[in-house]
């Protein structure tokens, strides 16, 4: 069992790892409704990478899990054939019923995962639709160029019950 107050998060008490599964074998699946998902990284290449873990709540909101957006780039970075438990740095508590995305980044550069980071949607405001569109109306963007093996993501989504 772990004691996950430990780890900045309050009144969740003990719980006890059930199993540990791939990325893969979360998608598509249905959880249940306060359980807690814990997060490892494995590189398995030949080359060091900056990881990043976002979490696209069942409200719209998306988080930065991994690295906190507070500490340094560095701390994103795993060296070829490192593996790394982020159980004091991360977990997922399941505690509303919904869908929820995880989404991994793997770039040769490190980035700012806290642009991706938005609050979760006003159910009286726009649709996210609409939203796209005030974005790109109202937003700038500039030509960019990057080669395309410089990063990869993968994601999957599963359901809370």
């Known amino acids: 069992c772990v004691l996950l107050s430990r780890y900045n998060y309050k009144n969740l008490g003990l ?11 979360i998608d598509g699946r249905t959880l249940s409704k306060d359980e807690i998902l814990s997060f490892s990284l494995h ?16 409200d719209g909101a998306i988080y930065a899990m991994f690295p906190n957006p507070k500490d340094r780039v560095e701390s ?22 919904g869908e929820e995305t995880i989404k991994v980044i793997t770039s040769n550069h490190p980035i700012d995962a806290s642009l991706f980071e938005q609050a979760p949607f006003d159910r009286d405001a726009l649709n996210p639709l609409e939203q796209l569109v005030v974005n790109a109306v109202h937003g700038s963007r500039r030509q960019t160029s990057i080669k395309y093996d410089e990063w990869a993501t993968e994601q999957i989504s599963f359901r809370v019950k």
């Open 76 to 97: 994103a970075r795993l060296k070829k054939g490192e593996m790394r438990q982020l159980l004091k740095e991360v977990v997922l508590p399941l505690t509303e019923l």
């Open 15 to 25: 719980y006890r790892q059930t199993g540990s599964y791939r990325l893969q074998e």
């Open 43 to 58: 590189n398995q290449s030949q080359k060091d990478y900056y990881c990043y873990l976002i979490n696209i709540a069942y």
